[in-house]
Each structure stands twice: as structure tokens, then as C-alpha cells.
């Protein structure tokens, strides 16, 4: 097994062309968001659309190498306003806090009266 299979991040070296990076994205509407970015920014980048398969890497872009600690900021900013809540229920959200707010004021109290 190969530490790649543990990366989490969404880029790879491009397989065929030396000198660029692929960021990729499972939707368009993250795509087009970096795309932007990017033009604001001024940087060249190739982007490619894969509309036959349906896996996770839908949109593809490639940048230069050399851009890829500006792309990677940037690409922060697209992952966190695509980003789903790690607990998507309110509710839940909300009933853990309180049950952790609960055990960590016992645990104090615990503390602070057996000492």
C-alpha cells in the first residue's frame, strides 16, 4: 500500500505534463469559483470538464508548478465555502454541546470538591 492511498487533499502532479499541478473538485460550481479566482489573480491555469464519468473529480485544473502555494490558498478559500458541516443536523449540534458542556462542569466540579 502506498502512502498516496492516505492523501487527503484534492491535487496531484499531472501525470503527463512536467512542471504542472491538477486541482480538482466533484462539482462545477467549485470549479467555476476557483476559475475566477484564479483570473483575478492572474494566474494561467487549464481547466477540463469530465462530463462522461461521474466520479469525484469532475472539474480539472491545472496550474504551473511554481504557482502552486498561490493556488493552494486560494483553493482553501474554494473548499471552505463548499464545505458541508461536519454534523449537518442543528439539533445534533446543538444536543452535543450540551451534553459536553454537562460531563466537562462535572468534571470540574469533580475536581475542584475532591481536592
Keep these: 500500500m502506498s502512502l498516496q492511498s492516505f492523501d487527503l487533499t484534492n491535487w496531484r502532479k499531472h501525470p503527463t505534463r512536467k512542471g ?3 486541482f480538482f473538485y466533484k462539482t462545477v460550481e467549485e470549479g467555476n469559483f476557483l476559475e475566477n479566482l484564479l483570473i483575478e489573480e492572474k494566474i494561467f491555469f487549464e481547466k477540463f470538464i469530465d462530463e462522461e464519468e ?6 480539472m485544473v491545472a496550474i504551473r508548478t511554481g504557482d502552486t502555494p498561490r493556488v ?8 471552505g465555502k463548499y464545505r458541508k ?3 449537518p443536523y442543528k439539533s445534533l ?3 452535543l454541546a450540551v451534553f459536553f458542556f454537562f460531563i466537562f ?5 469533580s475536581v475542584i470538591f475532591n481536592n
Excluded at 54 to 59: E, G, I, L
Excluded at 72 to 79: D, H, P
Excluded at 105 to 109: E, V
Design 54 to 59: 461521474d466520479h469525484s473529480r469532475k472539474v
Design 93 to 95: 449540534r446543538l444536543t
Design 72 to 79: 493552494q490558498k486560494l483553493n482553501n478559500i474554494v473548499l
Design 85 to 87: 458541516p461536519f454534523i
Design 20 to 22: 504542472y499541478d491538477v
Design 105 to 109: 462542569t462535572l468534571l470540574a466540579l
